[in-house]
């Protein structure tokens, strides 16, 4: 047993620091290192942590938060995959992401091809590419995107380029306009449908969704920072 908990929590904690060193210790990876370290504090402080009062309360408080985080993931990753778009939309909005200086990243490299398969297939949608710059960004996400799918078989002129957002609530809000009371699809990774599906209908767009995959190892990281996201969301419905 003290094996299987330390093991679990030098997985956890390398990947939230190999993360945190590539993309900054945002508050997922932070997530993600503090349960590595506990599960660490716990396999080899066992004995304490069965006897002492203070520290079974701590190791119960973080098995309930260990199921509910685990649930939550498993529910949205699984709700994600469920794809609902008819293949007949007019516009295909693709939702930004982070970027490797001018360069899309792996989780946004997903969602562009999700985007390209989808446009291959219906050759009248038009992309909407949504995403502004952030730090350590060369260029916006959205002049990044086009970048990709022009340089993938997409005519320039499929392609509308939305530069200002910076949320994913911004995301759908500007794109609504872009995409003139047409049928739309977004396009983003399994863990953010949920999510993104929420900031589309609070910004009046009935828009169904594909999913991209994430990588295996970026799922803990994804699943924390989604979960905090999630939480956020409540501001929006408060307004």
């Keep these: 047993m003290r094996v299987i908990l330390f093991l679990i929590g030098l997985i956890l904690s390398i990947d939230g620091l190999s993360y945190g060193a590539v993309t900054g210790m945002g508050i997922g990876e932070a997530i993600i ?3 590595g370290i506990m599960f660490i504090l ?4 066992c004995d304490a942590f069965r006897e002492k009062g203070f520290l079974r309360f701590l190791k119960g408080l973080f098995s309930v938060a260990m199921i509910v985080f685990v649930v939550y993931s498993v529910a949205v990753c699984v709700m994600g995959r469920m794809d609902n778009a008819t293949g007949r939309e007019d ?3 693709v939702l930004g992401a982070g970027l490797n200086g001018s360069e899309p990243s792996t989780v946004l490299t997903n969602r562009l091809d999700r985007a390209i398969e989808y446009m291959n297939k219906n050759s009248d949608a038009t992309a909407i590419v949504s995403g502004g710059q952030g730090r350590g960004e060369t ?5 990044a995107m086009s ?3 022009i340089l993938h078989g997409i005519s320039d002129d499929r392609i509308l ?15 609504k306009a872009a995409a ?3 049928s739309t699809v977004f396009v983003t990774n399994d863990f953010h449908v949920l999510r993104a599906s929420q900031m589309a209908e609070l910004n009046g767009l009935n828009a169904s969704h594909i999913a991209a995959a994430t990588p295996v190892t970026m799922l803990p990281v994804a699943c924390a920072r989604e979960m905090i996201a ?3 969301t409540i501001r929006y419905y408060l307004q």
């Design 33 to 35: 290192v503090a349960m």
């Design 42 to 45: 716990w396999a080899t402080f």
């Design 91 to 93: 516009y295909i909005i």
């Design 139 to 143: 260029v916006s996400e959205a002049q």
């Design 147 to 149: 970048n990709y799918m």
């Design 161 to 175: 380029l939305e530069d200002s957002s910076t949320s994913t609530y911004e995301n759908f809000l500007n794109s």
């Design 180 to 182: 003139d009371s047409g």
């Design 230 to 232: 999630q939480i956020a």
